[in-house]
Antibody, heavy 118, light 107 residues
Framework: EVQLVESGGGLIQPGGSLRLSCAAS????????MIWVRHAPGKGLEWVSL???????YYADSVKGRFTISRDNSKNTVFLQMSALRAEDTAVYYC????????????WGQGNMVTVSP | SYVLTQSPSVSVAPGKTARITCGGH??????VHWYQQKAGQAPVLVIH???DRPSGIPERFSGSNSGNMATLTIDRVEAGDEADYYC??????????FGGGTKLTVL
C-alpha cells in the first residue's frame, strides 16, 4: 500500500521560511515523478512543483525563485523548501505521485496546512 | 499559459445524470484527468486519459474529450457524489494545469 505522509507545516510570518517533508512508503521516490499541489481556502487546486525521475525540477510561476523541491533517496522522502512566504501561500499542501507523460496524480498524501500570517 | 475553464457549480437531483464540463483550447488533443475532492479530504482520481476509470471507481463515472470541451459524466447521482470536481491536463508551456473546479450539489 502506498502512503505519503507530509509534515512540517504550521504558522509562519510573512517573509519566513518553512520546509515541508513527504515521507513515502510503498513507492520509491527516486523512480517516480513527485509533485506538490496546494489548495488555498476557498480556491481551487494549484500545482506548485514537480521533480522528475532524473531529478529535473519544475515550478509554477507563482512560486518560482522562492520554493525548491528536492528529494533524499536514502530516506525515500521529498521536500519542499519554501522561502519569502506570502499570505497568498496559505494553503493545504499535498504531496503526491504524478504518473505518465500527462502527469495524472494517483496517490495523494493527507495534506499539511501552511498558514502565513503576522 | 494554458487555461481550463469549468462552471463553478452544477446541481442535480438524486438518480439523475450530472455533466461537468472543462473547456480549453483544442483540449481534445490533450489527455484530461478528473479528480473528486470532498470537504476536508485529499482529492481522488476518478478518470484518467479522458475515459479510463481507476480501480475502485464506480462505472457510473465516465469521461469524454473532443474539440474544445472535456466532460465528466456521473450517472445515477448519489448523495455521496457531492464534492468539488477538477479537470487537469499537462501543457508544454504551463506544465500541470488544473481547472478552477466545479461544485456538484445533490438536491
Amino acid at each position: 500500500e502506498v502512503q505519503l505522509v507530509e509534515s512540517g507545516g504550521g504558522l509562519i510570518q510573512p517573509g519566513g521560511s518553512l520546509r515541508l517533508s513527504c515521507a513515502a512508503s510503498g513507492l520509491t521516490v527516486s523512480t517516480n515523478q513527485m509533485i506538490w499541489v496546494r489548495h488555498a481556502p476557498g480556491k481551487g487546486l494549484e500545482w506548485v512543483s514537480l521533480i522528475s525521475i532524473p531529478g529535473t525540477t519544475y515550478y509554477a510561476d507563482s512560486v518560482k525563485g522562492r520554493f525548491t523541491i528536492s528529494r533524499d533517496n536514502s530516506k525515500n522522502t521529498v521536500f519542499l523548501q519554501m522561502s519569502a512566504l506570502r499570505a497568498e501561500d496559505t494553503a493545504v499542501y499535498y504531496c503526491a505521485r504524478a504518473f505518465g507523460g500527462s502527469y495524472y496524480i494517483d496517490y495523494w498524501g493527507q495534506g499539511n496546512m501552511v498558514t502565513v500570517s503576522p | 499559459s494554458y487555461v481550463l475553464t469549468q462552471s463553478p457549480s452544477v446541481s442535480v437531483a438524486p438518480g439523475k445524470t450530472a455533466r461537468i464540463t472543462c473547456g480549453g483550447h483544442i483540449i481534445g488533443s490533450k489527455s484530461v484527468h478528473w479528480y473528486q475532492q470532498k470537504a476536508g479530504q485529499a482529492p481522488v482520481l476518478v478518470i484518467h486519459y479522458d475515459t479510463d476509470r481507476p480501480s475502485g471507481i464506480p462505472e457510473r463515472f465516465s469521461g469524454s474529450n473532443s474539440g474544445n470541451m472535456a466532460t465528466l459524466t456521473i450517472d445515477r447521482v448519489e448523495a455521496g457524489d457531492e464534492a468539488d470536481y477538477y479537470c487537469q491536463v499537462w501543457d508544454s508551456s504551463s506544465d500541470v494545469v488544473f481547472g478552477g473546479g466545479t461544485k456538484l450539489t445533490v438536491l
